[in-house]
């Protein structure tokens, strides 16, 4: 995650402090430590280099499924405002349905985190106003 360039096939695992600033920003210390003993393992250091070969290429005018697309106001690993753009490109690409929500004050584990039920509840009845 650091260096996606990095060709070491040792497993890599993330320091807390990193977590702390990519995933649960802004959370309390003792949920923040709570997250990390329950969600972070050893990984490949060569997973997050694989989305950026040209078998990753996103063709934006072909049709797809719903989109829903929701951004955490304070997420740094994935900025709402690079969310927001993703939502755009498949939005003006494609005639498929796209959408973005931004959620205030959330991070990047806003859906674990402590009232994830209004995401849940948002994307479900997104969900259910696409019939799927």
Do not use: C
Request: aromatic share 12%.
């Amino acid at each position: 995650l650091l260096n996606p360039f990095n060709s070491s096939a040792k497993p890599y695992l993330m320091p807390f402090e990193h977590f702390q600033y990519t995933f649960v920003n802004k959370m309390p210390l003792a949920e923040q430590q709570k997250a990390y003993n329950a969600v972070v393992v050893p990984e490949s250091i060569r997973l997050g280099r694989d989305g950026l070969g040209s078998g990753s290429k996103i063709d934006f005018s072909k049709a797809h499924a719903p989109l829903l697309f929701m951004g955490g106001e304070i997420d740094h690993i994935m900025p709402a405002s690079l969310n927001k753009t993703n939502a755009e490109k498949y939005q003006k690409g494609s005639s498929s349905v796209t959408e973005y929500k931004l959620f205030p004050k959330r991070n990047h584990y806003g859906i674990a985190a402590e009232g994830w039920e209004e995401m849940a509840d948002y994307a479900y009845a997104w969900i259910q106003k696409q019939g799927v």
